[in-house]
């Protein structure tokens, strides 16, 4: 009985080990999906797929990444991805070529929260709000204190008399590219009204570069006032706008014009605020008034510079 168990073991043997030599494992390669394959070189450090990984990232997310290493630092902190994501959050087409900053620094004062009043006013500062981004390719605006068309507008038309007639002024060596828009609640020492002890709505526009100079920064540079005139009768809303003047018959200002659609309804006294492509306007609804204070302010880069920053101010009477 033992020989047959053995014997019937070592039959039983012979199959299993012939079977092992047939199924033995010949490659030790993992299966791949095909983008690993063996024949292909990828590589973690693309410059071209981060480049386009990089445009749908915001600011905060670029300078993380950015940090990483010295190789993602130099990929991310390419200009061109900064201007891209510039020109995208500010949502405008592309500017004019002329930038005298780098784009991530453009970025970085357009996008960090700050408004003028905080770099050089913060004692009249009250309450403000980002309205967005315009663009000026002409070096001549329009300040207006209406949200009509604007008819029979001349250029050499003298100020006083486009201010009386119009409610508007036109300044020209204005600096083209992009202008950011910020509507300003202020304190009353802003204007020149002796008997006044209230607030000042403003339409505060900087070109994108102000905050960069030196000359602003220092405080070398100064508003002045351009114009200024009385409504001296019952003001509906206090309303502000710029327009590049070669852009005024532009189908992109008919939302502008059409203010009925977002000034909101009479009660409603919320500010309001609308851009377009190369305009900006804002309308805060008044209750019962007699009337307003509006003026016109323009600061140069330098006693002969150009129109860097623009203010429209209105004060009730």
Not at 146 to 161: C, Q, S, V, Y
Not at 181 to 205: E, F, I, K
Request: glycine letters at 6%.
């Amino acid at each position: 009985m033992g020989r047959s168990l053995r014997s019937a073991a070592s039959d039983g043997d012979r199959p299993a080990k012939r079977m092992r030599r047939t199924t033995s494992i010949c490659s030790c390669s993992s299966p791949r999906p095909p983008f690993l394959s063996p024949h292909t070189n990828f590589n973690w450090y693309e410059e071209d797929i981060w480049s386009e990984i990089a445009k749908l990232l915001d600011g905060k997310s670029l300078v993380m990444l950015a940090v990483t290493n010295r190789w993602f630092h130099r990929v991310i902190m390419d200009d061109t991805i900064w201007k891209f994501v510039t020109l995208r959050d500010l949502q405008i087409p592309l500017p004019p070529p002329r930038v005298t900053y780098r784009w991530n620094k453009l970025y970085t004062s357009a996008f960090n929260g700050s408004h003028s009043f905080m770099f050089r006013q913060q004692e009249k500062h009250i309450d403000w709000m980002r309205i967005g981004a315009f663009s000026l390719d002409s070096s001549v605006v329009l300040l207006a204190e209406r949200l009509t068309f604007p008819r029979n507008i001349k250029k050499d038309d003298a100020t006083e008399t486009m201010l009386q007639s119009h409610g508007c002024c036109l300044l020209d060596n204005v600096r083209t590219g992009i202008w950011i828009a910020d509507l300003q609640l202020v304190r009353c020492p802003v204007c020149d009204l002796n008997t006044c002890d209230g607030t000042m709505q403003t339409l505060d526009a900087r070109h994108i570069e102000l905050f960069l100079c030196e000359g602003y920064q220092n405080g070398s540079w100064e508003y002045q006032v351009v114009g200024s005139h009385d409504i001296k009768r019952q003001a509906n809303g206090a309303a502000g706008a710029i327009f590049d003047f070669t852009h005024m018959k532009d189908s992109s200002n008919t939302a502008v014009f059409d203010y009925s659609s977002w000034i909101g309804r009479p009660n409603d006294w919320q500010p309001k605020a609308k851009t377009a492509l190369h305009a900006v306007a804002v309308n805060t609804n008044l209750q019962e008034n007699e009337g307003l204070h509006v003026k016109y302010h323009a600061m140069k880069a330098g006693a002969d510079g150009e129109v860097v920053a623009i203010r429209i101010s209105q004060q009730l009477l």
